[in-house]
């Protein structure tokens, strides 16, 4: 099969390796489209530890199924399928639970020394897959994993019917979490960012009010458009000190953060804000096996705007050169879907 693999940092190659078979429990999935996710530039950049070459990348993926392997049920070739790529162990005390994202053993699909979608052919564990409608196209599919981030961060937030959020960044986790909140019922959602295309997509989303923070005084732009409170729930999807900052100094006395982002492995923040101000501090990973057909569900009940967040759409033939790309320009694309 063809497949894109990740040679060394900066280097991707269209290869021909060989297909995987599917062992026991397994189904081979033929992959229709495939995600880039930042996490997957970021390891296309630096290599170790997020992503260790030789190896396939793809978490975000949509396809049919292929094979079948032994003991499997329930499932025909030619099945539409979306993979849900976090690989939990089912037996440790938060599999247990059923906080898989937090498994003592997880592991996850493109990530890491795991082989994922960006291939023809990718072989998953049944219990990882997920039916798409019939009406949902395989692009919109390979959505479903960056959109079930969104969705758990906003379920981290409590409820969030008539509450006022800010959310800090407005990339694809970003402009996705925008449009999950307003469906559930949210207030004012007001948005910051850096970049004015992507922000005006965040208007176009229902952002009650868009803030350039390179431009204007963020701080001071939220707390005006909150009665001079802060939000009631903000949300922070980037993950440098600054964007963090300014998440809690938006958060009104007794709110909540809720940290998706993760770019920086640690930040600085003002330990006296956050007990003075009694704020609370969510962090948010991934999602669980539960959540995302949740988000999946939530994609086929509600007209989330997919196609405006797909900003290019490639062969995997063109996979070496969209990651280039992604990297040299990353202001103007928002989303690239690879297909096969």
């Known amino acids: 099969m063809k497949a894109l693999v990740f040679k060394a940092p900066g280097e991707m190659a269209l290869e021909t390796v060989a297909t995987p078979q599917p062992a026991a429990g397994e189904i081979l999935v033929r992959v229709r489209a495939a995600g880039i996710c930042g996490s997957d530039l970021y390891g296309f950049r630096v290599g170790a530890p997020g992503r260790i070459p030789p190896m396939i990348m793809g978490h975000e993926c949509a396809g049919d199924v292929a094979s079948i392997g032994p003991g499997v049920s329930g499932w025909a070739l030619g099945d539409r399928v979306t993979v849900q790529p976090l690989i939990f162990c089912g037996v440790c005390p938060f599999c247990r639970e059923g906080r898989v994202n937090l498994c003592d053993r997880k592991r996850m699909y493109g990530v890491r020394d795991v082989n994922g979608a960006m291939a023809e052919y990718i072989a998953v564990a049944a219990p990882q897959l997920y039916r798409l409608p019939e009406s949902m196209r395989y692009e919109h599919g390979a959505m479903v994993e960056p959109l079930a981030v969104a969705y758990m961060a906003a379920r981290a937030a409590g409820p969030v019917e008539k509450r006022r959020a800010a959310i800090v960044g407005a990339g694809p986790i970003g402009l996705l979490l925008l449009q999950v909140l307003r469906f559930q019922g949210a207030g004012a959602v007001l948005v910051a960012d850096i970049n004015s295309d992507r922000l005006e997509l965040a208007r176009r989303f229902g952002a009650a009010a868009v803030c350039n923070s390179a431009a204007e005084d963020a701080v001071a732009f939220i707390r005006d458009r909150t009665n001079g409170e802060g939000a009631d729930v903000t949300f922070e999807a980037v993950g440098l000190s600054a964007t963090v900052q300014l998440a809690l100094a938006t958060t009104r006395k007794g709110g909540r953060c809720v940290w998706i982002g993760n770019a920086a492995p640690t930040v600085e ?34 007209p989330v705007q997919l196609d405006a967040l797909i900003t290019r759409v490639a062969p995997l033939e063109e996979g070496a050169a969209a990651f280039r790309e992604l990297i040299e320009n990353t202001g103007d694309r928002i989303k690239t879907i690879l297909t096969m």
């Open 269 to 302: 923040m003002s330990m006296k804000e956050v007990v003075l101000r009694e704020l609370e501090i969510r962090g948010t990973y991934a999602y669980t096996h539960q959540v995302f057909g949740e988000a999946l569900d939530f994609i086929a009940r509600h």
